[in-house]
């Protein structure tokens, strides 16, 4: 923080004299502290996350924890990923102010076998928030993530059925040969 104050005066008391003038400044450094905080929660829409093609819905929450504004936050998840949307962002927030909450950014995702037949037990998924400190961005790059992880309702199964064949017909001596299908 830099401040100067200017002293002015005159050497007569009528102001008829020399003016004399006399600048004092000071820098006082600025403990800046930029941070986010960002929140993502995700919703199924059918309950449970149990079948291939069910949506979910992401709701992505940014929030200024530091004493700085931050500027131009993008927020990028790897879920919003699209062939429109090679890069995954889900919206950019112009600017926050220390202490406020971004408006919630959303998105849908349709959950795919692989996310099912994921052996840990959840959809986990991270977002990113990234900004600035300065508007034209050559300040410091401010950046946190948020994740959320919905558990995965795993309901492997399988139905195996066996069908036995007599080669001659009939099953009635020691040797006949039956063979078996298994599907």
Do not use: C, H, M
Request: charged fraction near 20%; glycine fraction near 10%.
């Amino acid at each position: 923080l830099d401040n100067t104050a200017t002293a002015e005066g005159n050497t007569k008391p009528d102001g008829t004299g020399d003016p004399v003038t006399d600048p004092g400044s000071d820098s006082i450094p600025v403990d800046a502290n930029p941070a986010l905080e960002t929140l993502k929660v995700g919703t199924v829409l059918e309950g449970a996350l149990d079948t291939v093609g069910e949506t979910v819905t992401y709701s992505i929450t940014v929030e200024n924890t530091g004493n700085v504004t931050v500027y131009n936050i993008e927020v990028t998840d790897p879920r919003a990923v699209t062939l429109a949307n090679p890069d995954g962002v889900v919206g950019t927030i112009t600017s926050l102010a220390p202490g406020a909450t971004s408006d919630p950014l959303t998105f849908n995702y349709t959950v795919t076998q692989a996310d099912l037949d994921d052996l840990d037990g959840s959809l986990d998924n991270t977002a990113t928030a990234e900004g600035n400190t300065k508007p034209d961005g050559t300040g410091e790059t401010v950046t946190d993530d948020g994740t959320d992880n919905i558990p995965v309702d795993v309901n492997p199964a399988l139905e195996t059925l066996k069908v036995g064949t007599v080669l001659d017909g009939s099953l009635n001596a020691v040797d006949d040969v039956v063979n078996y299908t298994v599907t």
